[in-house]
């Protein structure tokens, strides 16, 4: 068996965290696996930056390292090293996959890239019957960006009680 890979399991960026929870030293991540309340009390870290201000790590519980990027599966939260995981590639996360597949979609229709630029119309050419089964294939695959990030969103306030 291959090594997961960093977009095979679910994962929590510093980024998303407000500046409050990052200033006040820890974050509390609650979510429930199969029936079962799980919680992880991490701890987050400021070092100074070269121009100015700070910047902000989750301190992995296993191996006390400082990292942007923190991974949950089978009731552990750590670092991609203490789980072992390949990157698949950099910036090779999940949502970035539906975003790239979307903007294949785009591309088939001769749509500018980038689904913030709207729908465009049907290409010169192309039967309403391709267009309209592409069309679907796209507005599914927008349909599940939303969604996970909504999604997302609704997990990162319920934790943070707002
Ligand atoms: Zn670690």
New binding site residues.
């Given amino acids: 068996m291959g090594k997961r890979t960093t977009s095979q399991l679910t994962s929590i960026n510093i980024k998303t965290l407000d500046a409050t929870t990052k200033a006040y030293g820890s974050a509390t991540f609650r979510y429930m696996v199969e029936g079962k309340q799980m919680k992880h009390d991490v701890r987050i870290t400021q070092t100074a930056c070269n121009y100015g201000g700070v910047r902000y790590w989750f301190q992995?519980e296993?191996?006390r390292?400082r990292v942007c990027v923190l991974y949950i599966s089978g009731g552990q939260c750590?670092?991609r090293?203490?789980f072992n995981l390949a990157y698949q590639s950099e910036r090779d996360t999940w949502q970035n996959q539906q975003y790239r597949k979307a903007d294949n979609i785009r591309d088939r229709l001769g749509w500018a890239a980038g689904i913030a630029n709207g729908d465009g119309v049907k290409p010169k050419g192309m039967h309403w019957k391709t267009f309209y089964k592409i069309k679907s294939e796209y507005d599914y695959r927008l349909q599940r960006i939303f969604v996970s990030t909504a999604e997302w969103c609704d997990k990162i306030r319920a934790e943070l009680n707002l």
């Fill in positions: 992995c296993y191996c390292g750590a670092c090293k203490c």
